[in-house]
Nanobody, 127 residues
Framework: QVQLVESGGGLVPDGGSLRLSCQAS????????MGWFRQAPGKEREFVAV?????????AYADSVNGRFTVSRDNAKNSVYLQMNSLKAEDTAIYYC???????????????????WGPGTQVTVSS
């Protein structure tokens, strides 16, 4: 069982930056693949970024954030981060972190592949 709590959201002007954090409780955090997703009002939850677990290297990003967002993890702190730069109004959403253990590369962008979710943190970019 893993519990996740996001933090770091807020109101930021267009072009600004935010760093989201996701704190995980439970053991074997390093074995979990950690994803970031977001959901804007009236829209489906969408993939943002992922960082693999269990000693596998690799990250992936949605095309819309590639080059602007960076995902990282600190297994010693049971934490995963999302550095968001050059924010745009269309990045406004609730951002969720998610954890899963047996996630293969082909499914890592799918919300259904993840077992645990945090409550989310609101990011609002003012234009």
């Amino acid at each position: 069982q893993v519990q996740l709590v996001e933090s770091g959201g807020g109101l930021v002007p267009d072009g600004g930056s935010l760093r989201l954090s996701c704190q995980a409780s439970g053991s074997s955090f390093n074995t979990y693949t950690m994803g970031w997703f977001r959901q804007a009002p009236g829209k489906e939850r969408e993939f943002v970024a992922v960082i693999m677990g269990s000693g596998r290297t690799g990250t992936a990003y949605a095309d819309s954030v590639n080059g602007r967002f960076t995902v990282s993890r600190d297994n010693a702190k049971n934490s995963v981060y999302l550095q968001m730069n050059s924010l745009k109004a269309e990045d406004t959403a609730i951002y969720y972190c998610a954890a899963g253990r047996r996630i293969i590369t082909s499914s890592r962008r799918l919300p259904s592949a993840y077992d645990y979710w945090g409550p989310g943190t609101q990011v609002t970019v003012s234009s």
